[in-house]
Structure formats: C-alpha cells, structure tokens
C-alpha cells in the first residue's frame, strides 16, 4: 500500500525559501516520485518529479531554476527545495506518484497536501 505524507509548508516572506519534504512507503524503485500544486479555483499544476531508480529529473517551465528536486532511498523521502519564492508559489502543495509527466501530468497515488503561503 503506497502512502505520501507531505511537511514542510508555511508562510514565507517574498523571496523566501522552504524545502518540503515527502516521506514515502510502500513504494518501490520502479517509480517516480513527483510535486503538483493546486491554488484556490485553478487546476492542478505539475511541477517536478524524479526517478527512485536513477535519480532523473523533470521540471516545468514554471519552477526551473527556481525549485530542485532531490531524493533520499535512505529514508524513502523526497524533497522540494524552493527558492525566490513569489505570491503566485501560493498553494497546497502535493507528492503523488507520477502516472505521465511533461505536457500533461497524471498521478496514481498522493498525499494530503501542504500549505505554502508566499505574502508580498
């Protein structure tokens, strides 16, 4: 049974940094671990995603330069480490078990979400 639990939101001043982190179990190392975000009356946006096996990643255009993605097979826990953060970074944000990625997203499994508040 896949289970993701999300931490690390907040509130951040513009400009401002947090790493989130998503510990993971039931996974295994053929799949790809991902961060969507949804803010209040938009779509579910994916961001980033990487490969529990080789360590590949993905970004959209949105958070490239800005957002890294890491993983630790250690602790089964990815992260997302956010710089420069700007208001419209304002959401919950999602680990989920990439389906597709790229220019349309699908997910299998996620978690609860996080809360990451960005104020000007």
């Known amino acids: 049974q896949v289970q993701l639990v999300e931490s690390g939101g907040g509130l951040v001043q513009l400009g401002g940094s947090l790493r989130l982190s998503c510990a993971a179990s039931?996974?295994?190392?053929?799949?790809?671990i991902g961060w969507f975000r949804q803010a209040p009356g938009k779509d579910r946006e994916g961001l980033s995603c990487i490969s529990m096996s080789d360590g590949s990643t993905f970004y959209a255009d949105s958070v490239k330069g800005r957002f890294t993605i890491s993983r630790d097979n250690a602790k089964n826990t990815v992260y997302l480490q956010m710089n420069s953060l700007q208001p419209e970074d304002t959401a919950v944000y999602y680990c989920?078990?990439?389906?597709?990625?790229?220019?349309?997203?699908?997910?299998?499994?996620w978690g609860r979400g996080t809360q990451v508040t960005v104020s000007s």
């Open positions: 989920g078990t990439v389906v597709t990625y790229g220019s349309s997203w699908s997910w299998d499994y």
């Open positions: 039931g996974v295994t190392m053929d799949y790809a």
